[in-house]
């Protein structure tokens, strides 16, 4: 089934570990993004990726890395976690010129 | 960059009651105002939008009402069921274009029977 697939669907990581939440879609999307959702504030775009090789800053980056190494995968990197990063995190993709985006399942991070 | 704002944060009816839920926007060079539905523990959907070049879309029981002037848009459910039950997000772009969305802080509509 084409579509966009995130992993892990969940995990706790101690504080101050690095972690690297995976993205994958089939749909041959130019853009993908990063978004994490927190109770009360919504869905908030952390990176994005117009298309590959190519990737630029949303409203919530620090202590966030990105890459786009190819079209279908869109890796999202925390090099140190802190608490603060606890939070749902969902990856999506839209082709160009089409807002529609198609989300992924989430990631439950919980950082300890 | 966009700000967008949603109100209400929750909203209860009665099954077979029409359910309104608002949003305002900043920029006014936004040009597209997607709807997403998000069932309890499961990814958001989009279920209807709008581009800016037209003031209404409708879609069965749901409808998207867009006032360029006073930068708010507007989801309608009409006949609501208790399977509407869900978060509700609006959103708009950061910048002029259809992607990198902003999101509102959503709506928790509860459809009683």
Not at chain 2, 43 to 70: C, F, H, M, W, Y
Request: net charge neutral; with cysteine; hydrophobic share 30%.
């Amino acid at each position: 089934t084409a579509g966009i697939t995130q992993a892990p669907t969940s995990q706790i990581l101690a504080a101050g570990r690095s972690m690297t939440l995976r993205c994958t879609q089939d749909m041959r999307h130019n853009a993908m993004y990063w978004y994490r959702q927190d109770l009360g504030l919504g869905l908030r775009l952390i990176h994005y990726s117009n298309t590959a090789g190519t990737t630029g800053k949303g409203e919530v980056p620090d202590g966030y890395s990105v890459s786009r190494a190819n079209t279908d995968d869109f890796p999202l990197t925390l090099a140190s976690a802190v608490p603060s990063q606890t939070s749902v995190y969902f990856c999506a993709s839209s082709a160009t010129g089409n807002g529609g985006y198609t989300f992924g399942s989430g990631t439950r991070l919980t950082v300890v | 960059g966009e700000n967008v704002e949603q109100h209400p944060s929750t909203l209860s009816v009665q099954e077979g009651d029409s359910a309104v839920i608002k949003c305002t926007y900043s920029d006014s060079a936004s040009n597209y105002f997607p709807w997403y539905k998000q069932e309890l523990g499961k990814r958001p959907q989009l279920i209807i939008d709008i581009r800016s070049n037209v003031g209404e879309k409708k879609d069965q029981r749901i409808a998207v009402t867009l006032n360029k002037t006073a930068k708010h848009f507007s989801l309608h459910i009409t006949e609501t069921q208790p399977e509407d039950s869900a978060v509700y997000f609006c959103a708009a772009p950061l910048n002029t274009g259809f992607q990198k969305l902003v999101f509102g802080t959503g709506t928790r509509l509860l459809v009683s029977p």
